[in-house]
């Protein structure tokens, strides 16, 4: 990508693995909100220093190792792999608390600081930022780790289990996948968008409601999580939750968003951001594993990488299916 709407699929060298590092063969990554915000303009990286064009996106990906570099455990060769997107610097104190998403010198896959990411055949990324796929989590699931860590950090966020009834805004990709966290959890789970086609979907996934803002009922929900692109979303979520309850933040919208402080004080509610899957990464494989939540029917189609640009703009195959996510083979 070179510059707002002007993308292109380019000829570059094979990669050579450098130390600590590997080079991946990419098998399928996902088209994310993230992405199109870069191909937009809008993203609020390239306004604040952390990018620039050009640069390549992708950091939903999956893949098998093909080299290994200097110190590296060769072990690793032939392995189905994911990776963290945040690639701290290893040595601040978030770092060594565990906190490298949070880092201030991160690079970020595809995303932050020039670190190309895995719309391309190959992917050069650390040796230490790798988790092994388990037989059990195909390629489609595999690229889907990423963002299901995300929401299961949102569902984690939300404190609801056997009983609860949570309200999610936003059933797209994050926002379906938390619900199906919750789900599992045993939670009553809700859904609040804006298309019938979305909230088709969300029905068919088995949510105990999805509604329209003109529809939704008066329920008490006991956590809401703001998983849209919307900013007067924000406000709403403090507003339906029940007092004592918890707020989730994950969705960014292009412009500020406003809560009043003193609703969230006189509810005594409990406000929870989430930046970030990284702490959640293996705990989202295990779980794909073990059938808790399959994230494989929210994928509408797989294109390969000359339709990249088109589906940045709002594109679909005909024959794409319901669900909100685009991935793309780049070996197509």
Known sequence: MTGPGACSVQDVPSLTAQ???????????????????????????????????????????????????????????????????????????????????????????????????????????????????PDGVDDVAGAMVEPGANALRAAAGAGAGDGSRVLVLGPGTIGLLAAGFLRAAGAEVHALGHTEASLAFARQLGLDGAWSAAQLPPLHFDAVIDASNAAELPALALELVEPGGRVVYIGLADTPSAIDTRTLALKDVTAVGVLSGSPALADTIERYARGDVDPRPLVAATVGLSDVGAVLEGWRPCDAGPGPKVQVDPRR
């Open 19 to 133: 130390a600590g590092e590997v080079v991946v063969d990419v098998a399928r990554v996902g088209v994310c909100g993230t992405d199109v915000e870069f191909f937009t303009g809008h993203m609020a990286y390239l306004h604040d220093g952390h990018a620039a064009y050009p640069m390549r996106l992708g950091h939903e990906w999956c893949g098998v190792v093909s080299q290994t570099g200097d110190g590296v455990d060769p072990g690793w060769t032939g392995r189905r792999v994911v990776g963290d997107t945040m690639l701290g610097c290893g040595d601040c104190p978030r770092c060594r608390s565990g906190r490298q998403h949070v880092c201030e010198s991160r690079s970020e896959v595809g995303i932050r600081n020039g670190r190309p990411g895995a719309l391309a055949e190959q992917l050069a990324v650390p040796a230490s930022s790798l988790l092994w796929l």
